[in-house]
């Protein structure tokens, strides 16, 4: 059973700090997706990285593939209040119309 | 921006009774999963779909559950005889086929 560590699964911190989310995994996965849900919503999809050592940016998110395609990182520069809410990491075992694997999430409180 | 539509948005129902899940798909995507989130817990897949049958299955996916594409544009999830833990989050996605896919906002079904 592949499995998908998130840490920290709380994390508190002040508008303007930067912070990283961390999802570990001893499986490789074909890809790994990073989703933002807000409560009682359904996941919406940030990024999805597929190569090993990949890189991508989205504003202020910055995501990483591990080199080896199990684990990936999530940092945030000068977080903002509106990046409050949960943050999923989820892998994909193969490519194309395969289950993905979700770890528990880390939920973000950016505080003004 | 296309969505995934599911109704009802919340759905109680007695436990031994029938419910079932509806989802309307984004219209040119092949691949179609149902997946569910217990309060607290993660979000596990539970089946998904493509070509009119059933690609793939979780252990949590057992008799008790059946899924259907009556038509062109609905999805549906079956649940006979619902338990008391079937009381989740149950979220419909679909995709291309391509990473990445699209989640619908969810219906909560609380069995009482």
């Known amino acids: 059973t592949q499995l998908l560590e998130q840490s920290p699964q709380f994390l508190s911190i002040q508008e303007g700090e930067n912070l990283t989310v961390y999802c570990n995994s001893s499986s490789v996965f074909s890809s790994l997706q990073w989703y933002r849900q807000e409560p009682g919503e359904g996941p919406v999809l940030l990024v999805t990285v597929v190569t090993g050592g990949e890189v991508k940016k989205l504003k202020r998110l910055t995501f990483q593939f591990g080199d080896a395609r199990k684990d990936s990182s999530l940092h945030i520069t000068a977080a903002q209040p509106g990046d409050t809410g949960l943050y999923l990491c989820?892998?994909?075992?193969?490519?194309?119309?395969?289950?993905?694997?979700f770890g528990k999430g880390t939920r973000l409180s950016v505080i003004a | 921006e296309p969505e995934v539509t599911q109704t009802p948005s919340h759905q109680v129902t007695q436990m031994g009774q029938e419910v079932i899940l509806r989802c309307v798909p984004i219209?040119?995507?092949?691949?179609f999963y149902w997946y569910r989130q217990i309060l607290g817990q993660k979000v596990e897949f539970l089946v998904s779909?493509?070509?009119?049958?059933?690609?793939?299955k979780s252990e949590i996916f057992d008799d008790q559950f059946s899924v259907e594409r009556p038509d062109g544009s609905n999805f549906t999830l079956k649940i006979r005889s619902t338990k008391l833990e079937d009381s989740a989050m149950y979220f419909c996605?679909?995709?291309?086929?391509?990473?990445?896919?699209?989640f619908g906002s969810g219906t909560r079904l609380t069995v009482v």
């Open positions: 989820a892998g994909a075992r193969n490519s194309g119309n395969t289950p993905l694997v």
């Open positions: 779909f493509y070509n009119n049958e059933i690609s793939e």
């Open positions: 996605a679909s995709s291309t086929g391509a990473v990445g896919y699209t």
């Open positions: 219209s040119n995507h092949l691949y």
